[in-house]
């Protein structure tokens, strides 16, 4: 398939004494770079951003669940620890980094399904 779109413009690429334009020789790598950047390196920066910002944005209050499943409310934060009520009087230290997400977007998306059926 690729014959099809580079035959002729390898034809046309070619100089005078019938070398290949190097340009044109390196066009599939270039493509390949463009759709591995668009398909894996651009979504994976713009979660990071996102998953950077709920961090600086968590507070006391919130409802969070952790990477390995824990629900709980934050009771204390600190740089590298945070603090989670998950029933009243038990509070447990959790790393900062295995913090999921907010717990009301998967409250949400439940509810969402419930609905539905």
Not at 20 to 34: C, D, H, K, L, V
Request: glycine content about 8%.
């Amino acid at each position: 398939m690729l014959d099809l779109i580079f035959s002729p413009a390898m034809a046309q690429a070619t100089d005078a004494a019938g070398q290949p334009n190097p340009i044109m020789s390196f066009a599939p790598f270039i493509i390949i770079f463009f759709i591995f950047y668009f398909l894996m390196i651009k979504p994976q920066k713009k979660k990071l951003q996102e998953e950077q910002a709920m961090m600086s944005a968590l507070g006391k209050g919130d409802e969070i669940y952790t990477k390995s499943g824990l629900l709980g409310t934050v009771h204390g934060i600190t740089e590298k620890v945070i603090t989670l009520e998950v029933s009243e009087g038990v509070k447990l230290k959790v790393l900062r980094s295995q913090i999921g997400g907010m717990a009301k977007k998967i409250f949400e998306k439940t509810e969402e399904k419930k609905d539905k059926k």
